[in-house]
């Protein structure tokens, strides 16, 4: 069964998923297409980031399935390190890798996972840099970078590899106020290429204005979900209506 | 912590020291040169007491210059005397820090199996004292070995340097596992969505990122066990601590001079090991500020 871009990029077809007795995720599903772009919204602890994690195999789920390009990705036979070739993801703490350099951090995988030469990286790499304008940035330590700017160099790291998806899991939500913007510009534009972009969120009038597609959880369950301008301006549920009375 | 607060200030200090300890766990070989003036005082001093005590024989003094070398270097052409002390020292940290990094390795290992073994292991020479394992070692190793018709000596330093060399490992081991562990799980995680292998993860990122947090522990040991080495005196090793007692023989086991020899002894260790500690804390300083 080949996949194709007709059918959806992931596919989130009724997923539980618990750590002990708490359960996290009683029966998600959703689809998400080639070139759109979701944001995942709702209140802390209502599963959100779990979700998102367990796209790329970093949590795994009890029951259901979760496809990326039609594979499935709870497969225990499944390559996971192809997987992630797939599916690029930033953290919301960075998580760069301190002893090295911007540009470093942003060649090591391609270099060392997809094995490439290694001056075809570095061209892209700069390319790369420049794009999430950090130029002039390249040989700087993480420890030596904004907040704003580490973010900017994960997610040139995660681009690095290629991926088809990339998640993003509350992206801003550890940085100062005045660098968020830089990072949601960045991701906009990414937005704008094309790719097929996955986000938790608490920036509302971001996710407003870029998704195409909003989905609230809460408490396991995605609660509501529509295009933006139904969203924020027309939910349903009082319980949509009460997070967005206090978060807007 | 105390109810008089003028001791808040050192109750914090000990709190925190009992939390580094803990850590890493060891005490920290914490010299500070006072420690070694007090030492050359006291020396000073006993060797004044020697002397009113000593009537009309040779004097201290020179009875212990005369067998400096003795004691330092051992007799003309072999290692033997403190420098000894230093040679044991530092293959049992050679041997101590090979292999218990690996024994570190396995116990961060996924393999359910590695990992309880490797504890067991770890736990088990980190928590026994070192001179049963040292008279255990030296007891136990063959005087010889014969491979074919090469009959290969084993001298009793090597069995020492067995000896020093398992807790040592064990405590590296704890040492790896520690800086391992403490690295905070977003480099794992990172590492993983970007398709690095577990083996290319540990190699590449966590490894690099734990050595500097490694080396001041390290060094403490590698102090810690300079100062354990004379144990193996008791086995009659021919160290400082067997050659100082078999100089005070040879001096007729003249009562005044057991002081003056031990404390030189003192002087000695401290001026070896007392710039390794101080490195070791700065060293330290540097790295907390960085990571």
């Known amino acids: 069964m080949a996949w194709d871009e007709s059918q959806p990029m992931v596919s989130i077809k009724d997923v ?55 594979q499935e990705v709870h497969d225990p036979k499944l390559d996971k390190l192809e997987l992630r070739k797939k599916v690029g993801m ?18 090591m995988a391609p270099i060392h996972v997809l094995k490439e030469d290694k001056a075809e990286v570095e061209g892209r790499a700069y390319a790369l840099i420049k794009k999430v304008r950090l130029e002039g940035k390249e040989n700087s330590y993480p420890g030596e970078l904004s907040g704003g700017q580490q973010q900017r160099v994960a997610i040139a790291r995660s681009l690095a590899m290629r991926p088809d998806v990339m998640l993003f899991d509350e992206v801003t939500a550890a940085l100062d106020p005045e660098t968020v913007k830089e990072v949601l510009v960045t991701i906009q534009e990414l937005a704008e290429d094309g790719m097929t972009c996955m986000l938790v969120t608490h920036e509302m009038g971001f996710a407003r204005e870029l998704a195409d597609h909003i989905y609230f959880t809460d408490r396991g369950v995605i609660v509501e979900h529509g295009p933006p301008a139904t969203f924020f301006d027309d939910a349903k549920d009082p319980r949509t209506k009460e997070f967005l009375s206090q978060i807007l | 912590m105390s109810d008089l607060p003028v001791l808040l200030p050192s109750a914090a200090n000990l709190l925190n020291d009992a939390g580094r300890q803990r850590r890493e766990g060891a005490f920290r ?19 004044g007491v020697a002397e009113a005590a000593g009537n009309a024989k040779e004097s201290p003094w020179a009875v212990l210059v005369n067998w400096m070398p003795f004691i330092l270097w051992g007799q003309e052409g072999h290692w033997q005397g403190f420098s000894l002390n230093i040679i044991i020292s530092f293959f049992a940290m050679l041997i101590g820090t090979v292999v218990g990094a690996a024994l570190g390795l396995m116990q961060v290992s996924l393999l359910l199996p590695v990992r309880t073994g490797s504890w067991i292991v770890t736990q088990f020479f980190r928590n026994s004292p070192w001179l049963v394992l040292l008279f255990t ?9 014969q491979i074919g018709d090469t009959i290969i000596p084993i001298p009793d330093w090597v069995k020492a340097v067995i000896g020093f060399s398992l807790p040592v490992m064990a ?18 995680e990172s590492a993983e969505s970007l398709a690095f292998t577990r083996f290319q993860t540990m190699w590449m990122i966590i490894l690099p990122q734990c050595v500097k947090r490694m080396i001041p522990p390290w060094m403490n040991w590698y102090a810690i066990l300079a100062m ?6 008791i086995m009659g090793v021919e160290e400082s601590v067997t050659f100082t007692q078999q100089a005070m023989s040879a001096e007729g086991g003249r009562p005044e001079l057991l002081a003056p020899f031990y404390v030189f002894l003192l002087v000695i260790f401290f001026i070896y090991i007392y710039p390794i500690a101080r490195w070791t804390v700065r060293l330290e300083r540097k790295y907390s500020v960085k990571i």
Request: proline fraction near 4%.
């Open chain 2, 171 to 188: 405590n590296i081991s704890e040492v790896v596992r520690g800086a391992v562990i403490s690295l905070p799980s977003g480099q794992w």
């Open chain 1, 90 to 107: 930033v953290f919301q703490q960075y998580n760069l890798f301190p002893h090295k350099t911007a540009i470093e951090n942003v060649m």
């Open chain 2, 137 to 145: 070692i030296m007891l136990m190793l063959p005087f010889e070995i």
């Open chain 2, 228 to 233: 354990a080495t004379p144990l193996c005196s």
């Open chain 2, 29 to 47: 070989v914490d010299l500070k040169l006072w420690h070694g003036v007090v030492l050359v005082a006291a020396l000073a001093v006993v060797l």
């Open chain 1, 16 to 70: 539980y998923k618990s750590f002990g007795d708490l359960e996290v995720l009683k029966g998600v599903s959703f689809d998400v297409m080639k070139r759109e772009v979701i944001c995942i919204i709702g209140p802390s602890g209502s599963g959100k980031s779990t979700l998102i994690r367990c796209v790329n195999a970093l949590n795994t789920i009890n029951s259901g399935s979760i496809t990326v390009e039609g």
